[in-house]
């Protein structure tokens, strides 16, 4: 109990952060993550902690994660359009591929470049965390991907904005585009609606559908062998991946009270948040820096492809 109130403290706090000006376009798992770091590596994390600590990264992350589904339906799917959802999937596909591929040419540990690639191609630091359960990577390496999608959806919050008119996008390709290439939900919503009420109701459906794919990708990657010296290693399969798939298609099904469904995704990102303090409270500052420049290059190149493939496939298809 005593860790999950430290981290479930930290989480409060970063809620409150997230209503002050000029932080609200930071998440408040970001902002979690960020006080845990400093925590840790300022005064430290109490031994007596650990136990909580490590509760909160593996079973509420996996709790959050399943009721991640209430927040989607097959009807926002379908509101995407078939045109929509081939540019959404080419695009998440391609990008993971190509971070996986500029990974290698770069030398960045495999663990690292998978959630860079997850949490650039799919959802932000929702996919990194999610996407570890899988990969096994260290807590450093999780708040490296983190660091690296929340500063490169940050810049493009910042300069997508100013594009549309140089690029000749209407406002309902800005929002197909601002969806399917911004890597937080939030950052998506920050830039789209800069440009007007249409553009920023498409990109927040074209997010969700993003969202949707995580669980597929986290299956995938369930069943990639790993390990060394020759053997295969297979992680257990990701039953909160089924779960999340599940409660997204009971969620389309059974119409529930607005109340409700805005209970569970306020649930969902509080334990997300507390996962994440969490995460912050374990790791070591000291070892960020051991990881050197090239895996922020990687994130920079993966979001400039995803940006310009993106764009790319909207341009083409009309």
């Given amino acids: 109990m005593p860790g999950i109130a430290l981290a479930g403290a930290i989480a409060l706090v970063a809620r409150w952060f997230h209503s002050v000006p000029g932080i609200a376009s930071f998440s408040p798992m970001i902002l979690a993550i960020t006080i845990g770091i400093l925590m840790r590596n300022l005064v430290g994390t109490p031994s007596f902690a650990a136990a909580g600590i490590a509760f909160s990264m593996r079973r509420l992350l996996r709790a959050a994660i399943v009721l991640l589904g209430f927040q989607i339906t097959l ?118 609606f800069q440009n007007s009420q249409r553009a920023g109701e498409i990109a927040t459906v074209t997010k969700l559908a993003r969202v949707m794919l995580l669980a597929p990708v986290v299956l995938a990657l369930s069943i ?66 051991a990881q050197g420049l090239r895996p922020a290059i990687l994130g920079a190149l993966a979001f400039l492809f995803i940006a310009t493939f993106s764009l790319a496939l909207i341009k083409l298809t009309g």
């Fill in 75 to 192: 009807t926002q799917l379908a509101a995407v359009g078939a045109k929509g959802l081939l540019i959404v999937i080419g695009t998440l596909v391609a990008t993971f591929a190509f971070t996986l591929a500029a990974g290698r040419v770069l030398h960045v540990d495999r663990k690292l470049t998978e959630l860079i690639a997850a949490g650039t191609s799919i959802c932000g630091a929702s996919a990194v965390v999610a996407t570890n359960t899988v990969t096994g990577a260290s807590d450093e390496d999780v708040a490296y991907a983190i660091a690296c999608v929340t500063i490169f959806g940050s810049i493009a919050m910042f300069v997508y904005p100013v594009l549309p008119r140089l690029l000749h996008l209407d406002g309902g390709a800005y929002g197909l585009w601002s969806g399917a290439s911004i890597h937080e939900i939030a950052q998506v919503a920050a830039a789209s």
């Fill in 224 to 289: 990639v062998p790993r390990g060394t010296s020759g053997r295969s290693a297979r992680p257990p399969l990701p039953w909160f991946a089924i779960g999340f798939v599940a409660v997204a298609v009971f969620n389309s099904v059974v119409m529930l009270p607005a109340e409700v469904r805005g209970a569970t995704v306020t649930l969902s990102t509080f334990l997300l948040t507390v996962a994440l303090a969490a995460m912050g409270l374990e790791t070591d500052v000291s070892r960020l820096y």
